[in-house]
């Protein structure tokens, strides 16, 4: 089979990691080139990597058998109609689209052309979460916290879209079932939209899920604790580690100048492979078209974050 030749659209922060992925020389792959309005980006990344660079993203796709496009959430529908209707394998930064029925309309064009359509939601290939699907078993109760400072580039996305998305997306998958219902409140404080949410869902099978989500926070932090029977697990994104704490037991100690606490538990920790989770996604987009691998989300699991998400961006405004 001859190699698939590859393109980015978009060179911004997230599509620079994009280039610098396919600029490895993955397998099956030839790296053909990338397109960007800003002639800047696109003469210094064409000149680093010896690629071709376009102003026009269309010029680019009649030279593409894939892509990655990560431009502005707001021009998504329109370019990845256009890639998908020019025949390209796509790769869509998330979020998807602003609009739940452009999202449809994108996958029936996919199915329609034969075409691979993913969304990156590149927390799905971090080497913990792989691991979590095999660790967790009917669970209580789960608390995820996504906070961090205000970054000028993520203003055109509000927190839900851009950061929230991720845990509810994995959450859905790790539950495999859409809440009964949810409580959702957020607050507008720097950019002029939803800078800090807080969501609790309630699950048909008895889960309750707690999502906070801020990008005016003064300290960064990506971790989910899942609360099941005998068993308290802690997951930090960033490290990409997992605790499991088990056989709890606390306690105190009283004496004349102070009261002591305590808390003993079993703590084990998960061995984690650790890799890219970037290269492992752009991997597995490659290994779908190229029929060396078998789609791990189905258009299902695409769809369901992206309509709860909007559902909850909704109810906030609405409150």
């Known amino acids: 089979m001859s190699k698939l030749k590859a393109g980015v659209i978009g060179t911004g922060h997230m599509g620079h990691y994009h280039v610098n992925v396919y600029a490895e020389q993955l397998n099956n792959v030839y790296f053909h080139g990338i397109a960007d309005i800003d002639s800047k980006k696109v003469e210094e990344l064409s000149e680093k990597y010896q690629i071709k ?36 394998h796509v790769l869509v930064e998330k979020p998807f689209t602003t ?9 029936d064009i996919a199915k329609r052309k034969n075409l691979i359509l993913q969304v990156g939601h590149v927390e799905r290939f971090n080497g913990a979460v792989q691991e979590l699907k095999k660790i967790v078993k009917d669970p209580y109760l789960m608390e995820s916290r996504r906070i961090g400072p205000f970054i000028t580039r993520a203003k055109d996305d509000n927190v839900i879209m851009d950061l929230m998305i991720h845990d509810l997306d994995i959450i859905l998958n790790l539950l495999d ?10 607050k507008k404080i720097c950019s002029g939209k939803v800078d800090v949410a807080s ?11 707690t999502v906070v989500a801020s ?7 990506r971790t989910l604790a899942i609360t099941q029977k005998d068993a308290y697990i802690f997951l930090d994104y960033t490290d990409q580690d997992i605790h499991i704490h088990r056989r709890a037991d606390s ?19 998960i061995f984690v492979y650790k890799d890219n989770p970037l290269k492992l996604q752009i991997k597995h987009f ?12 189905s ?10 998400a909007l559902n909850i961006l909704s109810s906030i405004k609405e409150n």
């Not at 105190?252 to 079993?266: A, D, L, P, W």
């Not at 258009?299 to 369901?304: G, H, K, M, Q």
């Open 286 to 297: 490659i290994d779908c078209v190229s029929g060396d691998g078998k789609r791990m989300y």
């Open 215 to 221: 990008r005016v926070s003064e300290n960064k932090l």
């Open 53 to 88: 660079g376009y102003l026009d993203y269309h010029k680019l796709l009649k030279n593409v058998d894939i892509v990655s496009l990560a431009v502005p959430t707001k021009l998504h529908y329109e370019i990845a109609k256009d890639c998908l209707e020019a025949g390209v």
């Open 177 to 186: 079932e859409q809440p009964e219902n949810y409580s959702a409140f957020g």
């Open 199 to 209: 969501v609790q869902l309630k699950f048909k099978s008895g889960c309750i899920a």
């Open 299 to 308: 258009e299902e699991d695409e769809l369901r974050s992206l309509k709860l």
């Open 251 to 269: 306690g105190y100690f009283v004496s004349r100048e102070e009261i002591r606490y305590k808390q003993e538990s079993f703590i084990e920790r």
């Open 99 to 107: 609009d739940y029925s452009q999202a449809e309309e994108l996958f």
